[in-house]
């Protein structure tokens, strides 16, 4: 009795679920055949404009053979109502492109923008041009204006975590370590690997400050180029090219150390 029970109440759950799923997201996707308007394609509108051009049916008859409403086919034939069914675009394809173009370029040249920075660039553009759009407040969009945009072009743009470093780092171009690595190879070759020693540096920021960031799709290490990070402790390693490592040593960013940061230190 008690299983069924639980299984009436799983089977309960599952429908109300599917009955609340088209209002429970941002985007609702529309099931095939609910609704009685519009159940064509632009290929049929192609191919009924074909048959009325070509093969000199009335319009009356391609409307009724491929179930297209009279005055839709109509409207296209004549070239009236050109414009996309339902709400109409801010900016056109070609501008959306250009605005796209331009946050990518600034992710490739180490500076990326984030959702808040587009919506400023996208003012900036209205403002330039000297339009008023009335679904922005003072022409400042949206974030969900943002983000539909984004998703609209999500095989160009991504938005990702990066990765902060300093502009020293981010001029050292691939050619510099290749240069680097060779010179290296001539200065240590007869010198034995017990008397190779490698010594690293990193730090344990205490504010990270990652954001998200948006980048060009498929970009292997995001990074955004900032001029001073957040305070760190720095943690330094050295070890020989035999496998002998020793102590890592610990620089806090303090005048007196506390005696409970040494506790559980390496020895």
Known sequence: MVSFNCNFR???????????????????KRKAGCRSYKDYGDEDIEKALEKVVNSNWSINKASKEFKIYYGTLFNKYKGLHVQKHGGQ????????????KSVVTCSDWGFPLNIEDLQM?????????????SRFKDNMP??????SLIKIHNDTLTQRLAAN??????????????????????SIDSVPPSNLFNYDETNMADDLGKKKWLYRRGKK????IINHLKSAISIMFCGSASGILLPPYVIYKSEHMWDRWTENDPK
């Open 10 to 28: 799983s089977v309960y759950i599952q429908k109300v679920l599917q009955i609340l799923q088209p209002t429970m997201g941002r985007t609702y």
């Open 89 to 100: 675009t801010v900016f056109s394809k070609q501008e959306e492109e250009a605005i796209i």
């Open 121 to 133: 660039v996208t003012k900036s553009f209205l403002d330039r041009q000297g339009r008023q759009v």
């Open 142 to 147: 949206g974030r969900d204006w943002v983000y």
């Open 165 to 186: 470093i300093k502009r020293a780092r981010a001029s050292v171009s691939p050619e510099i370590i290749s240069q680097y690595f060779n010179n290296l190879k001539k």
């Open 221 to 224: 290490y995001p990074e955004n």
